[in-house]
């Protein structure tokens, strides 16, 4: 008997990668495409309060550098649009708080534009931020569907970006009807992009996590940065399912929805694997407190998507009180378990401690 395949093998047209664009950015608007049952696992992690700081909370100094380039704060702006207007002018903002704040930014999958020249000022944002760290994208399957060093290239040349991500998704293209899941022999064609890109290649994932096992094979063949993109935000199974065209991509999305390695787990697992990795924390983190266990727990920078996104969607004023906020977070973090700067506040670990379940 001839089962179907996984996955149909009719390629997508630009128009349609357009509009899935579109769709992503709508579904993941709605917080019903949050994970519910599955956490990031900092809950289970809490600070040492320091009564005494002995600080003035105005000297609290959260600036740190990333592959060599100085930020004004650990924070990145994870990947998320681009290819389509509204995509644009929120790329547009994210790029301007940015800038603003100093902090790094990813943009979406180029695909679309690679594949359509037309969009690529959707994502062209470099104008508006001129000195901050900004990551091309890409999706790491698609160097077994015909792309390789010119694609990466036009997709670093368009943004003037100073590192490529490549994404790996392999739940989400299962997902997704006519998706690519075709994952064999990828470490070899990172490789030899890793060689032979001017720029850093960094991997992360789309919200399922990165094993330490799977993050030292990528380091070994030349990744400059991982990105581990855990369990415990957005759940790119319950985005599929939302647009699910038949029944079979529905309940796929449902059954996976809670799947992956908790973000927490991730930072733990891969730090102390590799302990001198530039290693970035994303994955359900919703509020500078959040961050500041991740980087407590060895990231270096930490992402979020979804509530730029949200702030971003909403007005200039949202993100720009969003951006603020979490700072204040942070700032806060720090002063009160009594360390001025991110050295020493990393230096401090042993300062975190496991709640009792
Ligand atoms: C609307 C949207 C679009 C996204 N598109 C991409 C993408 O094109 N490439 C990518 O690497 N990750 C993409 N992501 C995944 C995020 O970068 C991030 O890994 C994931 O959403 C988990 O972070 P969060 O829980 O803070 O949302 C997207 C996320 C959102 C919300």
Redesign the pocket.
Known sequence: MNLPTLAADAPLSPSSIQDRKAE??RI?LDDKVQCQEVTTGLEYYQFSHCALPELDFEEIDLSTSFLGQVLGAPLLI????GGTKTAQLINQRLAAIAQHYGIAM?V??QRVAVENPAVTDTFAVRSIAPSIPLFA?LGAVQLNYNYGLPECQRAIDDLAANAL?L?LNPLQECIQSRGDTNFRHLLPKIEALCAGLPVPVIV????NGISAATAQKLIDVGVAAI?V?GA???SWAKVESERAEDQRQRRLGQTFAEWGIPTAECIVDVRSQLPDLALIA????RNGLDAAKALALGADLV?????F?KAAHESETALSDLMAILLAELQMVLFCTGHRNLADFRAAQPLLRRQPH
Do not use: F, Q, R, W
């Open positions: 992503h950015l993941c994870s990947s998320m649009t990813g979406g999958s994208n991500i994404h992360k994932e789309v919200g990105d993109a415990g935000g957005t994303s994955g359900g983190l992402g979020m998507a979804y509530p996104l």
